[in-house]
C-alpha cells in the first residue's frame, strides 16, 4: 500500500479506543464529530475531527443523537483507502452500530480534557 497523507495519519494515529461521542455536526460536504478519548490513567483528550468532502454511510442524524445520548463508546475503528482515491474511516460504536464516514481529506484537533467529560451510561 502506498503511504498515507499526512492528514489520513493523524487520523491513523488517533486512539479511539473506547473513545466517547461527544458532539456531532454537518455543514455543506464535511462531517465533523467530537470524541472524548483516553482514560483515567494515562489522561483525556477532546479529538475534533473533521472530514472533507464527507459522506457518511449507514446512519441518519436520529442515530447519531441517540449516540451521543447515550455516551456511545467505539468498539473499534480503522481507515481503509477507497478505489477512487479516498479513504473510508469505518467506525463500530457500542454496541454493534456501524458507521462509515467516505472523505477526500481530514483535519484532527486535540486538546487536553478533564476526566469529569467522561458520561457513564
Known sequence: M???PEDVRDLVALDLRAAQVQDWS???DSFTWTLLTGDPDRGHELATVTYVGAVVLHTNRRDLDRAVAAAADVARAEVVPTGEGGFEHRVVLVPDY?????FWSVEVRRMPAPD???RVR
Open 26 to 28: 454537518i455543514a455543506g
Open 116 to 118: 469529569h467529560l467522561r
Open 2 to 4: 502506498t503511504e498515507l
Open 98 to 102: 456501524p458507521l462509515v464516514v467516505r
